[in-house]
């Protein structure tokens, strides 16, 4: 809704709405494109960082709801699926209720289109309405690489900066770590590529070569020569199960940011020091974890969170291969969701939708 002649309006953290002359407050609505959403997140890895790690900590401390995803799958398309993300955050910079709708279709690639699709809808917390819709595909890319790359900072702290970087799955996702890994200061004498589709890679592989920083990328013809060749390994697949099973593998202890989640069989991870974003999300839907979970019925194996980490509850060794697999949590999205909103809000460049709301008043 538009204020009146009578009326100020406001845009604030926790929501867009109109202060009226009686101090009425009358939601708005905004709809985020996501060319608003690329200029607020490019060039902002470190920001996103310091987000995903004010985050992880509110989540540590209690300080936010996070329930199951949960999965709309199609009988006649097996492959694909739409996931549900709701979550609750708090923090310093303004409560934000919301949920991430996020959609996986593999089929897409084949016509050109992205595999994925996400729009983020914001609640306000006062008042439950909600207050924006943001394309979220790029907010998923960024919160997923920020994870990422604070992991790699964390988990690393023991075993030195990592010179060697190895990358397996070379989509939308593996480029956002490259960017957000380097935004840690981190340079790389040598990136091992891989993919399936070696068109892919090489893709990469030009994108990295033209980006700032004295690594050439090389793509390889198997997963195990990055692996074999790199102290820290980034899976970023859209493997459905297993299919890097060979332990030996990883006997030279590197740092594995398991991000897709299916890629190691349950052999390797009973032979590593396992690393969470929040357990009880973490070993369900048949992940890496979750199958040795049903293997052995025991959780024993994850030495515990990447919260544990940053607060100093878990040190883990640097003379084992530590794998860290995050689920990916809604509050992760709502925070990076919540920070472009605000910097499109501050820049007076919401694009609100007049009449989005039937009724405003309940007594109409």
């Known amino acids: 809704m538009r204020p009146l002649a009578a009326e100020r309006e406001c845009h604030c953290s926790h929501g867009g709405f109109v202060v009226t002359s009686n101090f009425v407050e009358q939601p708005t609505f905004a709809v985020v494109p996501g060319v608003q959403v690329r200029a607020v997140i490019e060039g902002s890895a470190s920001t996103v960082i310091s987000i995903i790690e004010d985050a992880y900590r509110a989540h540590g401390g209690g300080r936010t709801v996070n329930p199951d995803s949960y999965f709309l799958r199609f ?115 040598q990136v091992e590529l891989f993919d399936l589709v070696g068109g892919y890679a090489a893709a990469l592989a030009e994108h990295i070569d033209k980006a700032a920083g004295r690594a050439v990328a090389r793509v390889r013809d198997s997963a195990e020569g990055v692996i074999r060749d790199s102290d820290l390994v980034v899976l970023t697949t859209t493997a459905g199960e297993p299919h890097l099973t060979e332990p030996g593998w990883f006997d030279h202890h590197p740092l594995v940011l398991h991000l897709s989640l299916r890629d190691l069989s349950p052999e390797v991870i009973a032979g590593v020091v396992n690393v969470v974003d929040d357990v009880n999300h973490c070993l369900k839907a048949n992940t890496s974890v979750h199958l040795l979970e049903q293997r052995t019925h025991s959780r024993d194996f994850i030495a515990g969170t990447l919260c544990d980490v940053l607060t100093g509850k878990l040190a883990v060794p640097a003379d084992r291969t530590v794998v860290f697999s995050p689920f990916g949590l809604g509050v992760l999205d709502l925070a990076v969701g919540r920070h472009v909103y605000a910097e499109i809000a501050k820049a007076g460049q919401l694009i609100d939708v007049e009449g989005f709301f039937a009724e405003l008043d309940r007594h109409a």
């Open 75 to 189: 009988p006649d398309r097996p492959e694909s699926r739409i996931i549900a993300l709701p979550a609750s955050l708090g923090g310093d910079t303004g409560a934000v209720d919301g949920i991430k709708w996020i959609s996986s279709f593999p089929g897409n690639i084949a016509s050109g289109l992205p595999r994925a699709s996400a729009v983020l809808v914001l609640n306000d917390p006062a008042t439950g309405y909600p207050y924006a819709c943001l394309e979220s595909s790029i907010i998923s890319a960024a919160r997923t690489a920020g994870s990422a790359a604070l992991a790699a900072r964390e988990l690393s702290r023991d075993r030195g900066r990592p010179v060697r970087l190895g990358i397996v799955g070379t989509g939308l996702i593996a480029r956002h770590v490259y960017h957000h890994l380097r935004a840690l200061d981190w340079d790389f004498d």
